[in-house]
């Protein structure tokens, strides 16, 4: 009895200490699990730090040279201009659309009121500075109930409230809500102080004319189309400025005759959410320098498409911006949410208008999702991705961070061309 009390008593001991033994295994085999782990992790942190270093990099000499071979070739072109000791300074955003999401995430239900300045805080400092600041208006501002089609003066005054002074009501949608909408949509928006081109309603054609440091500058608008034309009543058509070469040469020669010292033309045209300029903005474009305007900008495509200089019969730089896309929407396609804002410089020597530089100021339109107190932001894209690092809570997320990359990225390319 007494040796099986010591057989089962060595038994245990000897059950302890493979217990023991395999505990400290085990034990041993999860402290190199995490050590690996983390040797591991480290490793992709490190080479996460180093793959965002090499984007930003990136992005920056790829933003430095979008427009150096532009500005380049306009500084030997003003090489032989002297004493230009006036700058005018511009700006222009693409298309200003109010969706639905837009409306939801501006309305104040306890109030029973829209605040729309959260989605325009990010982006007032780089528009606002600028002698002109130009857009496109598409969206009725009236009377009536309040979707894509027309938007409260809430919104049209954030946008005031941005610097933007000169928008155009000539596009495609103007006519959403007939002759009324549009005349309701124009008074408002003179009323908030806002410089309004590209309607007929109380005159024979659609030129305006705004003078800056003594230099009369003409603004010419003009839509390609207005959606269901076919139902379109003549007064109506006869309201907005449907682009015809014989209304085009036309206007500009009623500026020049009116003193305007540089001609600048905004139109819509182009194919929605295409990248390439299509054969009629070229030939459209061609015709507008050959009869005299000095700067186009284009809008419609709700994308960004190629810029250029040519030169015109004068032998003077006219800057033509087939597509400066949209400045707010909420389309889904990335392309139509990366954006920009364009800047231009003029100087004027000996009573002559010259274009000086050309720049820009990529903008992204971000959606933080139904959740967010605040949805729907613009964001200045270059300022985010530098300012990004993984490591803090108070940065974009990585999700952002990389549609910020890849846009940007796109957008360049597309400038580039």
């Not at 000791?85 to 239900?109: F, K, N, P």
């Not at 009369?216 to 058509?237: H, R, S």
């Amino acid at each position: 009895m007494a040796r099986n009390r010591r057989n089962v008593r060595r038994i245990r001991s000897i059950k302890e200490v493979l217990t023991n033994r395999n505990f400290f295994i085990i034990i041993g085999i999860l402290i190199v699990i995490i050590i690996i782990c983390t040797g591991i992790y480290n490793y992709q942190r490190y080479l996460d730090k180093q793959e965002i270093a090499k984007e930003k990099e990136t992005i920056e000499k790829q933003s430095q040279e979008v427009f150096t071979k532009m500005n380049e070739a306009i500084t030997r072109a003003n090489q032989n201009i002297s004493n230009s000791d006036v700058l005018i300074t511009m700006s222009a955003v693409g298309d200003i659309l109010c969706s639905q999401e837009m409306l939801d995430d501006a309305y104040q239900s306890e109030k029973g009121e829209y605040d729309f300045s959260h989605m325009f805080t990010n982006v007032t400092d780089y528009v606002k500075g600028a002698d002109i600041v130009m857009g496109t208006m598409e969206t009725c501002v009236s009377e009536g109930e309040y979707n894509s089609e027309n938007a409260p003066r809430e919104f049209a005054q954030a946008v005031s409230n941005t610097g933007i002074n000169v928008v155009s009501i000539s596009h495609n949608h103007s006519l959403d809500r007939g002759l009324t909408g549009l005349t309701e949509t124009k008074n408002n928006l003179e009323e908030m102080g806002f410089l309004v081109v590209g309607d007929k309603i109380d005159t024979p054609r659609a030129v305006e004319m705004q003078e800056v440091k003594n230099t009369k500058i003409a603004f010419l608008t003009y839509t390609c189309f207005v959606d269901e034309q076919d139902k379109k009543t003549d007064k109506e058509l006869s309201a907005i400025n449907l682009y015809s070469e014989e209304q085009a040469k036309s206007d500009i020669e009623y500026a020049k005759k009116e003193g305007a010292d540089y001609i600048c033309v905004l139109i819509h045209w182009g194919d929605a959410l295409s990248t390439t300029v299509s054969d009629e903005q070229r030939q459209i474009a061609g015709f507008l320098v050959e009869n005299g305007a000095d700067l186009i900008l284009g809008s419609h495509p709700s994308v960004v498409q190629p810029m250029e200089v040519v030169q015109n019969k004068q032998g003077k730089n006219v800057f033509i911006a087939y597509s400066i896309g949209t400045f707010i929407s909420t389309l889904s396609s990335e392309d139509a949410r990366t954006e920009l804002i364009l800047n231009i410089e003029l100087i004027k020597s000996e009573g002559e208008v010259y274009l000086n530089k050309v720049d820009y100021t990529p903008i992204y339109v971000l959606d933080n999702g139904t959740e967010a107190e605040n949805r729907i932001e613009l964001i200045d894209m270059k300022g985010a991705i530098n300012s990004y690092n993984p490591e803090l809570l108070n940065t974009i997320t990585r999700e952002t961070y990389d549609k910020l990359v890849s846009g940007l990225n796109r957008l360049n390319g597309v400038l580039a061309q």
